[in-house]
Antibody, heavy 118, light 107 residues
Framework: EVQVVESGGGLVQPGGSLRLSCVASGFTFSNYWMNWVRQVPGKGPEWVGN????????YYVDSVRGRFTISRDNARNSLYLQMDSLRVEDTAMYYC???????????WGQGTLVTVSS | DIQMTQSPSSLSASVGGRVTITCQASQSISDSLNWYQQKPGKAPKLLIC???SLESGVPSRFSGSGSGTDFTLTINSLQPEDFATYFC?????????FGQGTKVEIQ
């Protein structure tokens, strides 16, 4: 079964840091672009960024560029999101999602909740 | 960035009924439009890609149409499991962007 599972969410103060992880199974992880997408409850999803299969290219939405870093470890079938200088507006459910190509995510995890609050 | 606007934001319908949801892009995106279904507490599920191509395993009562800036998701013969929130997403350019969602509720 194709599956991705996120972890690492929690409560953090503004200005703090958090690292999210995503473990993939059921497919050849090293062949796929991978994404992070976030969603505030009751709102539409927001694409955060993605990373090329070999990790050599990364793209981010403007609101997180310079604060968030996406990385991957293909030997561990794992994707990461390092979030620094967190803001209240970063509060959301964060999803890991596999890209099938053409900017289309065809497999999403259940998400991990990040809450930024003092 | 391309803005995606869905309407309505919510609607009520009966089992067996027909539902139409529209999505408008702020600029032409050809047929680069995906539709997702999301149930409470669950991740989005890809239903339709490239405006009208049904994903494997998705019932044929779902259909998508449109090109350019205006798109439609239609659900015929609504089933209890179809009550959910639906999002459109443009796959034309980076950053990919989503609509705000349409919640389909039981009448």
């Amino acid at each position: 079964e194709v599956q991705v599972v996120e972890s690492g969410g929690g409560l953090v103060q503004p200005g703090g840091s958090l690292r999210l992880s995503c473990v993939a199974s059921g497919f050849t992880f090293s062949n796929y672009w991978m994404n992070w997408v976030r969603q505030v409850p009751g709102k539409g999803p927001e694409w955060v960024g993605n990373i090329k299969p070999d990790g050599s290219e990364k793209y981010y939405v403007d609101s997180v560029r310079g604060r968030f870093t996406i990385s991957r470890d293909n030997a561990r079938n794992s994707l990461y999101l390092q979030m620094d200088s967190l803001r209240v507006e970063d509060t959301a459910m964060y999803y890991c999602a596999r890209d099938r190509g053409a900017r289309t995510a065809d497999c999403w995890g259940q998400g991990t909740l990040v809450t930024v609050s003092s | 960035d391309i803005q995606m606007t869905q309407s309505p934001s919510s609607l009520s319908a009966s089992v067996g009924g027909r539902v139409t949801i529209t999505c408008q892009a702020s600029q032409s995106i050809s047929d680069s439009l995906n539709w997702y279904q999301q149930k409470p507490g669950k991740a989005p599920k890809l239903l339709i890609c490239a405006a009208s191509s049904l994903e494997s395993g998705v019932p044929s009562r779902f259909s998508g149409s449109g090109s350019g800036t205006d798109f439609t998701l239609t659900i015929n013969s609504l089933q209890p499991e179809d009550f959910a929130t639906y999002f459109c997403q443009q796959s034309y350019s980076t950053p990919r962007t989503f609509g705000q969602g349409t919640k389909v509720e039981i009448q």
